[in-house]
């Protein structure tokens, strides 16, 4: 490694700061450190490096694939990123221990492995590596001002042994600081960027939003002007029994306080649900006992948040195969999970009518102020007062199904009409809305009745999926009815028009066929995984064949090789001149930072420095140093023995005059 | 230092009077002459390609000739005619322009392929067939040839075989401003090329001939020669690179700047110099990568930037 000692090693201890694998960085920066105290050196024919790095390519696609599809974006990204260098490791060491100081570049880049070159370019990994931990440690990055100043710090004692001699040492020592300052601004700015540019982007760049509920809270799109768009993502995969043959609708929370605009869930404590039988069952309610059709749903619901709420049917009394550490839920009927993000499969037994979550409170029948006489006038048009509960909701039903469309476009004109609400003005003016609108006006009109009411929100199944064999619910399948307390059972009631699925379906995309085949590989995917208690199969399968395949590579003898070692021509005599005392001047140069290229002939050369080099003294002295040498080196006659002790003196004095301080 | 190159300090200086701001392409004319390698500048119109090659003509008291190539200009027309003399009732052979020692060949690319391959034919052979009798060139023989590269109509192009014959293709290009102000001021009263006179005579130029061969050529930059030549045939976008008769020509085109530079022996910046001159007329590329903008001139760049340079 050409690396200063301890850079490297600094750089992978900064790696487990950052990540929390300590024990990892410390052995491995032991394992690089090492070898500057090892004699012993190993080697490495490029044939053997070639196959290393292929090995270390190989388990980076495995490694990038397996994250991809068990944990998805943004965290596979960041994981593969954090065990990049650990997957280079082999081709690091390989070189660190090796006999030879740096690598052919056909090693890490294949497409340059069959170029015919006589002789091949190579490359010290070492920067390169140390970069790679770096990187690593940024994608660990615990988002303190740390993560900064150890960068600057580790780059400038990088760039401190290449430093350029011909400048002062303040102009570098005011740079450094300078560019990681740039550095920290430029990256603060980025940052803003990519928060505007997620803003601005299409919801399909935005990665796993997931359908999140939040049991306390749902803000609606009540009031809000213009389309309303949902996404085709699918979040649900239900198998029920039988056929279903109408939407089944799936609650995930309800709400009791209605607060214009936002639903809360205001008298609804969690309490733990304990596990009880065997592993992942947990019941919810004693079964009735009376003799009911318990019917069963197999659900997978796929949420991109920690602790999902999950999605249940009315009347759920058991919840089975979930493996989560703990369930708790609230009065109003959520139920949430601990799980991490990912795929969550679970059946749940159901018991259509069965009352669930507790009676009702004075809230169920609260009716806000500002809507109250609207919806009294409602009310009295209808004769709801003093009707029977049944009757009183086939007559809500009836209104809303008559006089009431549905609509996910709202015109600029329809909200904040004077002093009327968007829920007044909806029942008045407008009668066109999407479910929010239907379900909140129906809570509170069946309120203002006297009949307990809550909102609910969840998904609406009813998507059949022939490429799935299930019924499919999407993001904008996400939907929100009524629950009304009608003979002592809570009763989900949807006064949304049943043509709200044709009409939202319009807006899919032309690439949701794709998205939906994408979505169905994933799931497959997930489902090959291992279980607990399974035995994993496949994957043994699939691992075993990348070893053999890798072990084919690292000790296997294809042909190709032979080819190789009969190409490769014989190195060239060695030249005349290789000891001229003209590299005495070329290497003082080089030490001020006046680097020759290879492609570079030393005329060239100092013409090209010349004009720069400040204390290129002397130069009259250096052309005929110059000329000596090209004598030397080019000329089949050479120089005599008088004139290299004559060349050698010269360029002694030369050196002396130079080094002294004028 | 052997006693002829001492007259190339006088032969430069003498050439510069006229051609002012040119001075490492003078060189190259000059180093192609000395090593017996033709020439052919391919330049914009008014850039001094005949007042260079008329400079060169007076300044070794060589006898010179311009032929105007054009679409109807026959084979007969450079090598020369037998006209019947009825007086003496035999035929007699006018020679044409091609016996001469120095030849300017303007606007090369307008005449027919058929007398393009005659005059190509000459400088290959130093030597003419007409009606059955070979007639040897001055031993002198040289070549500049010029096209413009900018005209295409009614153009014929030189094959690229044809144009392996051509040692050298230069372009003078545009001098700086000083330069052609300069110009200017000297051209007032009277043409500077009226004021040369012949510093050497032809006898002085076989002895610098005979120099150039003598200049040595190590084992290494030899190497280095073929190194060049034999990567332009594997850099990418080449169809046909440069062959053997490159590396030749490179070497000897070596030697003549060697020798101008009042050097015996080649080094490193001479083969790099003449490299670009030398190779880039011998490459022919594959259309895609012309198309895509690539140029000989910018492959032969590409390998002496990717060659390590011998230092």
């Known amino acids: 490694m050409n690396t200063p000692a301890l850079l490297l090693g600094a750089a992978i201890l900064f790696w487990g700061w950052h990540s929390g694998h300590w024990a990892i960085a410390v052995g491995c920066a032991l394992a690089f450190e090492a070898a500057r105290f090892v004699p012993r050196r190993w080697e490495f024919t490029s044939d053997r490096l070639n196959r290393i790095s292929d090995f270390s390519a190989v388990l980076a696609a495995l490694a990038g694939v397996w994250l991809y599809f068990t944990l998805g974006n943004p965290q596979a990204i960041v994981q593969f990123f954090i065990w990049l260098p650990i997957v280079f490791l082999p081709l690091a060491l390989s070189q660190a221990y090796g006999t030879h100081e740096d690598i052919e570049i056909g090693v890490i880049f294949r497409s340059l492995r069959r170029a015919r070159r006589r002789t091949p370019m190579r490359f010290n990994m070492g920067y390169a590596y140390f970069a790679l931990w770096i990187i690593a440690a940024s994608a660990a990055n615990r988002r303190d001002a740390s993560f900064e100043a150890g960068l600057i710090v580790l780059a400038a004692w990088a760039l401190w042994q290449a430093r350029p001699r011909s400048r002062p040492l303040a102009v570098w020592l005011v740079l450094v600081p ?57 979040v649900l995969r239900v198998r029920p029994e039988a056929k279903l043959e109408r939407p089944l609708l799936l609650h995930r929370a309800s709400y009791d306080t209605y607060t214009g605009l936002r639903w809360l869930a205001a008298n609804a404590a969690f309490a733990p649900v304990a596990q009880a039988g065997s592993a992942g069952t947990w019941p ?58 990912g795929y969550v499969p679970y059946g749940v037994s159901f018991v259509p009518g069965a009352a669930v979550a507790a009676a009702p409170s004075p809230a169920d029948v609260a009716v806000p102020r500002r809507e109250a006489e609207i919806l009294n006038e409602i009310a009295g048009a209808l004769r709801l007062k003093g009707m029977d509960a049944r ?151 699939l691992g075993a064949a990348a070893l053999a395949w890798t072990a084919w590579r690292l000790f296997g003898k294809p042909a190709r090789a032979k080819r190789e070692a009969r190409a490769s021509i014989a190195a060239p005599a060695d030249s ?40 290129l003294r002397e130069r009259g002295e250096l052309a005929a140093l110059l000329a000596f040498h090209y004598r030397l080196r080019f000329d089949p006659a050479g120089l005599t023995l008088a004139e290299r002790d004559q060349f050698s003196a010269r360029v002694d004095d030369w050196l002396k005059r130079v080094t002294c301080k004028p | 230092m052997k006693a002829p190159a001492k007259l190339i300090p006088r032969i430069v200086a003498n050439l510069e009077q006229v051609i002012s701001g040119q001075s490492a392409a003078l060189r190259k004319v000059l180093a192609a002459f000395l090593a017996g390698g033709h020439v052919l500048l391919e330049d914009n119109p008014g850039t001094g390609k005949t007042t260079l090659a008329k400079a060169l003509a007076k300044t070794v008291s060589a006898t010179f000739k311009r032929v105007q190539f054009t679409p109807d200009l026959l084979p007969s027309d450079i090598l020369g ?37 005659a005059l190509l034919e000459a400088m290959a052979e130093g030597q003419v067939s007409i009606e059955g009798k070979t007639t040897r060139l001055d031993d002198l023989f040289f070549v500049i040839a010029t096209q413009n590269p900018i005209e295409f109509r009614g153009t014929y192009p030189l094959p690229e075989a044809q144009m392996d014959r051509f040692a050298l293709r230069l372009s003078l290009g545009y001098v700086n401003l000083e330069e052609e102000v300069a110009i200017v001021s000297a051209q007032e009263s009277h043409h500077p090329l009226d004021d040369i006179e012949a510093c050497v005579g032809a006898s002085e130029v076989r002895a610098l001939r005979e120099a150039v061969k003598e200049v040595r050529v190590s084992e290494e930059m030899k190497r280095y020669v073929v190194e ?58 594959d259309p895609q990568a012309k198309f895509s903008g690539a140029t000989a001139a910018g492959v032969v760049a590409d390998v002496l930037r990717s060659a390590p340079a011998p230092a």
Request: hydrophobic residues 40%; contains cysteine.
């Open chain 1, 576 to 615: 005349p001149g290789r000891d001229s005392a003209f590299y005495r001047v070329e290497s003082h140069l080089v030490e001020r930072g006046w680097q020759r290229a290879r492609n570079e002939t030393p005329r060239e050369w100092l013409a090209r420095i010349g004009p720069y080099a400040g204390q």
């Open chain 2, 228 to 285: 060049i030549v034999r990567a332009t045939r594997h850099a990418s976008g080449v169809q046909l690179g440069a062959g053997p008769r490159a590396s030749l020509a490179l070497t000897r085109m070596a030697q003549g700047l060697a020798l101008v530079e009042e050097m015996d022996f080649v080094i490193p910046d001479h083969v790099r110099a003449l490299a670009g001159p030398v190779l880039a007329h011998r490459l022919a590329l």
């Open chain 2, 81 to 117: 005619v037998s006209v019947f003399n009825p007086g003496a009732q035999s035929f007699e052979f006018h020679p044409g322009p091609i016996f001469t020692q120095i030849l300017l060949a303007d606007e090369v690319n307008r005449a027919s392929p058929r007398t393009q391959s």
């Open chain 1, 284 to 341: 919810l309610k004693e079964q009735p006992g009376e003799v009911q059709a318990v019917q069963k749903l197999a659900i997978i619901e796929q949420s991109g948040h920690v602790n999902p709420v999950l999605s249940l049917p009315s009347g759920s009394i058991r919840i089975e195969g979930l493996a989560a550490s703990e369930m708790k839920r609230n009065a109003l009927g959520a139920v949430q999970v601990e799980h991490r993000p």
């Open chain 1, 178 to 234: 300078l560019a990681g300052g740039i550095g920290y601004a430029g990256q603060v700015a980025l940052h803003d960027l990519q928060l505007w540019i997620e803003g601005n982007a299409p919801e399909w760049l935005r990665g796993e939003g997931g359908a999140n509920t939040n049991p306390y809270r749902a803000d609606t799109d009540i009031g809000a002007i213009g389309e309303l768009k949902q996404s085709e993502r699918i």
């Open chain 1, 391 to 541: 009757a009183a909701l086939a007559a809500v039903e009836g209104y809303f199904a008559e006089n009431f469309t549905y609509s996910t476009y709202q015109p600029r004109t329809a909200a904040g009409q004077g002093n009327a609400t968007a829920i007044a003005d909806f029942l008045q003016r407008t009668r066109s809305g999407h479910c929010e609108y239907f379900a909140t006006a129906t809570v509170l009109l069946l309120r203002s009745a006297g009949i307990p009411a809550r909102y609910a929100t969840g998904f609406s199944v009813q998507e059949w999926s022939e490429l799935e064999r299930a019924y499919v619910a999407r993001e904008r399948h996400a939907h929100s009815w009524t629950r009304a307390w009608v003979d002592g059972a809570w009763r989900d009631v949807d006064t949304t028009p049943a043509t709200w699925e044709l009409a939202e379906a319009k807006q899919a995309p032309w690439w949701s066929r794709a998205a939906d085949l994408w979505s169905w590989l994933r799931l497959r995917f997930f489902e090959l995984q291992p279980r607990e208690g399974e035995t994993p199969l496949a994957w043994f399968a």
